[in-house]
Every structure is written in structure tokens, then in C-alpha cells.
């Protein structure tokens, strides 16, 4: 009986001494290839402002890429498994007859998409929009 019991003990001593290392040869590889990109939408200017006479804006609309890593806290740039693209989609709302956008969605993935913002003021009533 005390034979078994030392017999266990060392079964689990080596399958410890084993599994230690290849769990954390597993963690080293997690942590290596969990690097990636997360596309980010980001419009410039980020509000418009039509002055006196001025009837059309431009916006830019380019995919912003935030580098993440493991748990998306660390970055050590070990890899980069390309950037992603990112759609979009302007709404102008319920009583958008005034305001005409060109083109209403579109996909971006390294470059900028240029947006066409158009303005009727004779539509407009009086105040902020």
C-alpha cells in the first residue's frame, strides 16, 4: 500500500513537471499571436459649420487602426495581421430634405473616403441644425 502511494506521488511529480512547462509554452504563444488590429471610424472635421453663404463641405472619413495585444492591454508589435475595413453609414434624420450627403455609406480600409455634405437653406427655418 505504501509502494502505491509513493508510486502516485511520483506519476503526479512527473506529469506536474511536464505539464508546467507546456502550459506556459502555451501562455508564450497566446500571448504572442493575440496582437491585432481594431478598425476605428474617425471623421475630420468632426462638426460642420456652414458660414454665411457657403452651401457644401467636404468631411474625411478614414479607418483609424488601434493596436491591441493580449486582453487588449499590451502591444509589443510582435505581429500585425493586417488592417481590417470598416463601413459606414450617414444618417441625416427625419426632416432631412435641406441637407444631402454624397455618398450616404461607403467602406474604408487604409485610405479616406471624401463625403460630399450639401446645404438648401431656402428648406431651412430660422436656427440651429
Not at 67 to 94: A, C, H, M, V
Amino acid at each position: 500500500m505504501e509502494s502505491e502511494k509513493k508510486d502516485v506521488k511520483k506519476k503526479i511529480k512527473k506529469i506536474l513537471s511536464i505539464t508546467t512547462p507546456a502550459l506556459l509554452i502555451i501562455a508564450v504563444v497566446i500571448f504572442v499571436l493575440s496582437y491585432y488590429s481594431v478598425p476605428s471610424i474617425k471623421v475630420t472635421p468632426n462638426h460642420l459649420d456652414f458660414k454665411d453663404e457657403e452651401k457644401e463641405k467636404l468631411i474625411l472619413v478614414k479607418n483609424s487602426f488601434k493596436k491591441k495585444g493580449i486582453l487588449g492591454i499590451f502591444n509589443f508589435g510582435i505581429f500585425d495581421f493586417g488592417d481590417k475595413q470598416s463601413t459606414f453609414r450617414i444618417e441625416t434624420g427625419s426632416d432631412s430634405s435641406w441637407i444631402s450627403v454624397d455618398p450616404i455609406s461607403g467602406t474604408v480600409s487604409k485610405g479616406q473616403e471624401t463625403v460630399s455634405i450639401k446645404i438648401d437653406r431656402t428648406k431651412l427655418a430660422i436656427g440651429s441644425h
